[in-house]
């Protein structure tokens, strides 16, 4: 097996930190009781305030750490780490959140799921809720033209033997995204016109339009804080701003113009009218304004471009 041999493939971890030491530690701790014998830990520390980081890595044989002084978001600060592991012999590149706990052989796992087909180009994780459990979170997603939208598979369900087979998706997860380097070499890093939703739908889009394929590998398991990200940067409420902004940049980028006008409809329906809805039913009114504030920042994303276009 791939883990077992002499030279097992280098597997390089980016992974960001932006204050909440303990939560950040604690992943940290789950990649050092990995099975997996050929690791390196890229640790950004994405411009935190508080203190406690470097202490707390300086015993680690894994971790590089990386200071920038200021927060570059999700998107650039793991571009920044992707470019520091492809400047070294690496072969595999696992974006990971900073709010997991890993079983320790889920990255074997991966490795497996990955070298079991040279079209594999990228694998995600089975990943569950932190709290509860035994809930699943990720396994796997689907992506839609006519629907102008992306879906989790199994988000909220009980663990179930049709979540439990090893199967293609659509798009991965940014919380664990494993990538082949020579992948990213052709395909490019992150796109940084997107921060923190959509990024990893659009690049597992491109990595499949230059004929790989994604692989849901369920065999490999962690567990995700879902939402400490937000909360803890104080960004909740920009979700569906975000989301929308991003996720029109994409339909636009990925789709054929008459794809794009086929998915408008459906988009509109359910960003501005069930979304806010829900949002209303469940008492966040605060939040109700963010798919409309999304779009504009789409069209002042397009004017901008349009004019920079104008001048050169």
């Not at 470097?54 to 992707?82: D, Q, Y």
């Not at 940049?249 to 113009?257: E, N």
């Amino acid at each position: 097996m791939p883990n077992s041999g002499p030279n097992p493939p280098r597997v390089s971890i980016v992974m960001l930190h932006h204050n909440g030491l303990d939560v950040t530690r604690a992943a940290i701790e789950s990649v050092e009781r990995q099975s997996y014998p050929n690791l390196r830990l890229y640790l950004i520390d994405n411009g935190s305030t508080e203190p406690g980081l470097r202490a707390a890595v300086a015993g680690s044989r894994i971790v590089a750490l990386h200071r920038s002084e200021i927060n570059l978001g999700f998107v650039a600060g793991s571009n920044l780490g992707m470019k520091m592991a492809l400047s070294e012999d690496t072969d595999y590149i696992l974006l990971l959140n900073n709010d997991v706990i890993l079983h320790p052989e889920m990255i074997a796992g991966l490795v497996r799921c990955a070298e079991s087909d040279p079209s594999v180009g990228a694998a995600s994780p089975k990943i569950y809720f932190a709290k509860p459990r035994e809930r699943i979170w990720f396994a796997g997603g689907w992506f839609k033209p006519w629907a102008g939208f992306a879906r989790m598979r199994g988000c909220g369900q009980k663990d179930s033997a049709g979540l439990s087979v090893s199967e293609e998706t659509d798009w991965i997860s940014g919380c664990a995204f494993m990538v082949k380097a020579d992948v990213v070499r052709k395909v490019g890093l992150l796109d940084e016109r997107l921060d923190a939703e959509n990024e990893d739908l659009e690049w597992s889009l491109r990595i499949r339009k230059a004929g790989y394929r994604l692989l849901y590998c369920p065999e490999a398991i962690l567990w995700h804080l879902v939402g400490y990200t937000y909360v803890e940067s104080g960004r909740v409420f920009a979700r569906d701003r975000l989301g929308v902004r991003n996720l029109l940049f994409v339909l636009q980028k990925h789709l054929d113009w008459w794809q794009y006008l086929a998915a408008l409809p459906t988009f509109a329906i359910v960003w501005f009218g069930i979304v806010p809805f829900r949002h209303a039913l469940d008492g966040r009114y605060s939040m109700m304004p963010g798919p409309f504030l999304g779009a504009m920042d789409y069209l002042r994303l397009l004017l901008s471009a349009a004019n920079e276009k104008g001048k050169s």
